[in-house]
């Protein structure tokens, strides 16, 4: 549909499927949802879908910050985007045929006979989840400081993608309550961390913010926003690890960010 992206994707959307689900009752005929777990089950998937149906069918505003206090970036309007999805556009979306094909999609019934799909990977590693070119749009919320093997994430990302397609990535860079200072897991020694890693699937893999810029940069995208949210440091630079002491002042101090980029060669 004209102005929202056709095929899109999502890197780590947890235990909810909801927002490549508003992105399909926006007007996207195809989602991806990408985990390294497979969090999210059938059941609470389609009661987010129902509720999100009504949300949408009611123009309700977006969940502002006293809703969802932690959420990231932080909007200018939280008003229900209609300079977007206009009503033209929202009377193809949410037509009765077509949510019950995005519904039967979700509960992994046979395949819809429209243009209507769903692909949930877990983990998404295997070549051709995501047909090369496929997708006009990836995006990931709060997942890329936990991926461990960003070169491998960012190349796949700029697979998927067609040029010209669009990639926005919100990115927490603190400690995520390994530390007692925001910016402390860059502290740890490498041994240390892999201790306190322990067993678990994923936990951070505490590349700063220039890294995950020159990765886009190296797989051919064009970064056209990037919103850094800074924060002074809380510990001193003696205390980094050998591994971070080359760490620049603007890494030290940057908390989060919110980017946006295309992928060149349209
Ligand atoms: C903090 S949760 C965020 C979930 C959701 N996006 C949200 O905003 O609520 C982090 C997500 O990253 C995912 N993750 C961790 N490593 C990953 C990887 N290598 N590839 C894809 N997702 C990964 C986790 O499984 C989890 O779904």
Request: proline share 5%.
């Amino acid at each position: 549909m004209a102005g929202v992206p056709a095929s899109v994707g999502e890197l780590g959307p947890g235990d909810s499927l909801g927002a490549g689900l508003a992105a399909m009752l926006s007007g996207a005929d195809r989602y991806f949802a990408l985990d390294v777990v497979r969090f999210a089950n059938v059941e609470r998937n389609l009661k987010i879908f129902d509720e999100l149906v009504e949300l949408f069918r009611r123009r309700e505003p977006i969940p502002g910050a006293e809703e969802m206090p932690g959420v990231s970036p932080k909007l200018d309007s939280y008003e229900f985007p209609r300079p977007i999805l206009t009503e033209d556009q929202l009377a193809r979306a949410l037509a009765d045929d077509r949510v019950r094909a995005i519904r039967q999609a979700l509960a992994g019934h046979e395949e819809p006979a429209g243009p209507i799909r769903i692909t949930y990977a877990a983990p998404w590693y295997e070549a051709g989840v995501v047909q090369s070119g496929a997708a006009d749009m990836v995006f990931s919320q709060a997942t890329l400081q936990h991926v461990d093997d960003l070169e491998l994430a960012y190349r796949s990302l700029s697979a998927w993608l067609r040029p010209g397609g669009y990639t926005t990535h919100q990115i927490n860079l603190s400690c995520h309550y390994t530390a007692g200072e925001w910016n402390g897991h860059w502290a740890y020694s490498d041994l240390a961390w892999k201790i306190l890693r322990g067993g678990r699937s994923y936990l951070i893999n505490r590349q700063p913010h220039s890294v995950h810029v020159a990765l886009l940069e190296r797989h051919g995208f064009r970064i056209l926003l990037d919103q850094k949210r800074t924060r002074e440091s809380g510990i001193a630079r003696q205390r980094l690890a050998p591994r971070f002491r080359g760490l620049s002042d603007e890494d030290l101090t940057t908390e989060g960010c919110f980017v946006i980029a295309v992928k060149r060669g349209a």
